[in-house]
């Protein structure tokens, strides 16, 4: 397996334009997570997935941000209107039952 | 939730040095700890983890001690060496059964040749 994938792995947009973060877990890995990494706040978890469905979301940020797993083999996280604050590393991670978390690579975002 | 902090935030050792990270956790159900490595630019990834049902675990110059009484894990590096510079990361889970991690803040540490 190639691992977790992430696209894209780098994004440099302006404030107020629509970002979107893609992911392809682990095939027949259950569990699905979205972290954000910012020097000022560590590794964050925004919203995990458990067979496709949405868990807990009180990680994310606000109603700027929504994530989505239309299918077991890929996830999205969406930011509409984006703002300079939300400029971060961004990285999906998904996992087989309790256990190691396999991460991807990231999408290091950058707002102007 | 679970309340994981990770001490010191950064620390410096000379090559040869051995260093030992400490996590303290709030949730006294909790049972599975994980220790992350994130080089630079890098993804993290899994080092070494310890359930509760053991007090210490070791893999070559690396080791992870548990003390649930007191609600602290330690992460042991021994004879460190340059490529041992990263940042590293506890986590512990919440209770329920479903293992969601949540991270500490981070150790740097960055070992000098």
């Known amino acids: 397996d190639a691992g977790v994938i992430q696209s894209p792995r780098h994004e440099v947009t302006e404030m107020g334009q629509e970002v979107t973060l893609r992911c392809k877990p682990i095939?027949?890995?259950?569990?699905l997570f979205w972290y954000r990494q910012t020097m000022m706040r560590g590794l964050e978890l925004l919203i995990y997935f458990n067979n496709n469905v949405p868990i807990d979301d009180s990680g994310m940020p606000e109603d700027r941000f929504s994530a989505k797993m239309p299918n077991a083999s890929f996830s999205t996280l969406k930011i509409q209107p984006s703002e300079p604050r939300d400029s971060a590393v961004y990285f999906c991670a998904s996992r087989a039952g309790p256990g190691e978390l396999f991460f991807g690579e990231g999408s290091r975002l950058t707002v102007l | 939730g679970e309340n994981v902090e990770q001490h010191p935030s950064t620390l410096s050792v000379q090559e040869g040095d051995s260093a030992v990270i400490k996590c303290t956790y709030s949730d006294s159900a909790s049972n599975y700890f994980p220790w992350y490595k994130q080089e630079l630019g890098k993804r993290p990834q899994l080092i070494i983890d310890?359930?509760?049902?053991?007090g210490e675990k070791k893999d070559q110059r690396i080791a992870v001690t548990l003390n649930k009484t007191a609600k602290h894990f330690s992460l042991h590096i021994t004879e460190t060496q340059p490529e041992d510079s990263a940042v590293y990361f506890c986590?512990?889970?919440?209770?329920?059964?479903?293992?969601?991690?949540?991270f500490g803040r981070g150790t740097s540490l960055i070992v000098h040749p």
């Open positions: 310890i359930r509760s049902n053991v």
């Open positions: 986590a512990a889970p919440a209770s329920g059964g479903s293992y969601i991690p949540t």
């Open positions: 095939s027949g890995h259950d569990y």
